[in-house]
């Protein structure tokens, strides 16, 4: 779908999407369709229940008096409750109502008025910017899909006076999104398809927009003695790889910058502590904390970010096989301690905790966030609607939280405490990888905060986000890159030189 900025004329073809107020209170462009159609439009809305509300909608098609071929009537709530999000959040929905509704070309004629919280070229870029995000589709994999269920829509033109500010607004936000549809991608590519060592494939395509890739393999991981990464790898035919991509956008390449670490579990069988087969398939995207990050590297390279990034992703697959390992093993993380494996399955661990330590040593960022995947507890304390967030660090903590909340991906912080440790107490090594189930989030959080020294670091627990059973606003259900606009407007909004 093409996006183009366009100053407001009443369009005379396809589609047309127009803005009403909570409380039946038509935008100005609706009032002006609405008298050209002799007041079908609000005959239409006395008709039905819509009343405005955010993300309501109602289609009226081929109404009379216009050439159009429909006019979808959108709900923005209240003027004074639209900011940055809330705007992406209506061009989504409003953009879902004409992708498959046969019209190739529509216009979103959406009209600011006094109130909404960013101004009118902000507006229109950040409607624009959700309509964006909404028409990604990962179809690659059909081959005998019909005309009828294939997306219609190929232009979506944005009206706004501020035509011009809106399109370099835009232009950032479109590298943002560029970054998200990657994540999605590499999310969405089954395991036989995205492995550790086709993953670090596409990031060494990163290259092209200016990142230094650099990619460890098997050998150099054991001189580095990543005992922990590599034992969970052990059971695959594919070698695992850590791969560190580095965006210098500050003025001075040398200072120290903010590292995010991703985990990368290209597939989770369990391994030895092998997973029921329901629901295994889901396990393709326990690389989603390593998808976000590979995203997130991208749109801060792809917009020219102006500050010094590290993106750090530790690439494995858990597998069963005469060479995997076993519970009741004993590895030593490059840090130095030693873990017993009583879970195969709490793998993703394992792999953080030396891709924390090698960051810390190598890099000694001045804070270090990872992603991952790591427990189904997360689902179950916070469902689908946060992510968790852990950290030794109250001023990073909030700074994400904000981040989250302004990029329309909440975070809610969970405690940790030197209580939680007797779980993972082992009789044998330095630690287990495993608690009991209560507070298996925080166990795990506990586990690695063992890694990270005196680093300000945050873990944030994506298991119930990553991925999205329904549509939403801004995506189609599947992979929904949840991280990547965090993570930017994190960057944006403290660690970038003005
Ligand atoms: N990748 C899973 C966590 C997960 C579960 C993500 C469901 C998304 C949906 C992780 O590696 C895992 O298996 N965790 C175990 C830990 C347990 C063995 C302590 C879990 O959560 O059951
Ligand atoms: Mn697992
Ligand atoms: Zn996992």
Redesign the pocket.
């Known amino acids: 779908m093409k996006i183009a900025f366009a100053k407001p004329q009443i369009p005379t073809e396809g589609a047309v999407i127009v803005g009403v107020l909570e409380g039946k209170v038509l935008t100005p462009t609706a009032q002006q369709i609405d008298s050209q159609a002799g007041g079908a439009l609000v005959r239409a809305i006395n008709a039905s229940k819509f009343e405005g509300k955010k993300d309501q909608t109602l289609t009226v098609l081929a109404p009379a008096g216009l050439e159009l071929n429909r006019v979808v009537l959108l709900g923005l709530g209240k003027a004074d409750g639209i900011d940055a999000a809330v705007a992406q959040s209506l061009g989504g929905t409003a953009v879902g109502q004409v992708l498959n509704s046969g019209d190739t070309a529509a216009a979103m004629a959406l009209d600011w008025v006094e109130g909404i919280k960013i101004d009118a070229a902000a507006f229109a870029a950040n409607v624009a910017f959700g309509a964006r995000l909404k028409s990604y589709r990962f179809d690659k994999y059909f081959t005998k899909e019909k005309k009828e269920d294939k997306p219609s829509l190929k232009k979506l033109t944005v009206l706004t006076p501020e035509n011009g500010a809106a399109k370099s607004t835009f232009q950032p936000l479109d590298k943002i999104a560029d970054g998200v549809f990657l994540t999605r991608d590499l999310v969405s590519e089954p395991a036989n398809i995205i492995h550790p060592e086709s993953l670090a494939e596409e990031c060494k395509k990163l290259a092209d927009l200016g990142l230094e890739v650099e990619v460890l393999g098997e050998k150099q991981m054991k001189k580095l003695g990543m005992g922990a990464l590599l034992g969970v790898g052990q059971g695959s035919v594919r070698e695992s790889h850590l791969v560190i991509m580095r965006w210098n956008g500050a003025k001075d390449a040398d200072s120290a910058p903010l590292a995010l670490i991703g985990?990368g579990?290209c597939f989770?069988t369990g391994g030895i502590s092998i997973k029921p087969a329901a629901g295994m398939e889901d396990?393709k995207w326990?690389m989603a904390g390593a998808g976000a990050v590979i995203g997130a590297m991208k749109a801060l390279a792809g917009r020219g970010a102006k500050a010094n990034v590290i993106g750090v992703v530790g690439l494995v697959e858990?597998m069963p096989s005469g060479n995997a390992q076993r519970p009741g093993d004993v590895v030593t993380s490059m840090s130095g301690q030693t873990i017993e494996v009583i879970n195969t399955?709490a793998?993703?661990r394992l792999v953080l905790a030396d891709a924390l330590w090698y960051v810390k040593e190598r890099f000694k960022p001045t804070a270090m966030i990872d992603l991952a995947?790591?427990t189904g507890a997360i689902i179950v304390a916070l469902g689908n609607e946060h992510a968790g967030l852990f950290s030794n660090n109250d001023e990073l903590s909030d700074k994400i939280t904000a981040a989250g909340k302004g990029a329309g991906e909440p975070v809610w912080r969970l405690p940790m405490g030197e209580a939680y440790d007797q779980q993972i107490k082992s009789d044998i090594a330095d630690m287990k990888n495993v608690g009991g189930p209560p507070g298996g989030s925080i166990t795990a959080a506990q586990f690695l905060k063992r890694f990270v020294g005196d680093t300000a670091w945050a873990h944030i627990d994506i298991a119930g986000m990553a991925w999205s059973k329904k549509d939403t606003a801004t995506c189609p259900k599947g992979a929904s890159a949840f991280g990547v606009r965090l993570l930017d407007r994190l960057v944006a909004e403290n660690y970038e030189e003005k």
């Open positions: 985990k579990v989770d396990m326990d858990n399955d793998e993703g995947t790591l």
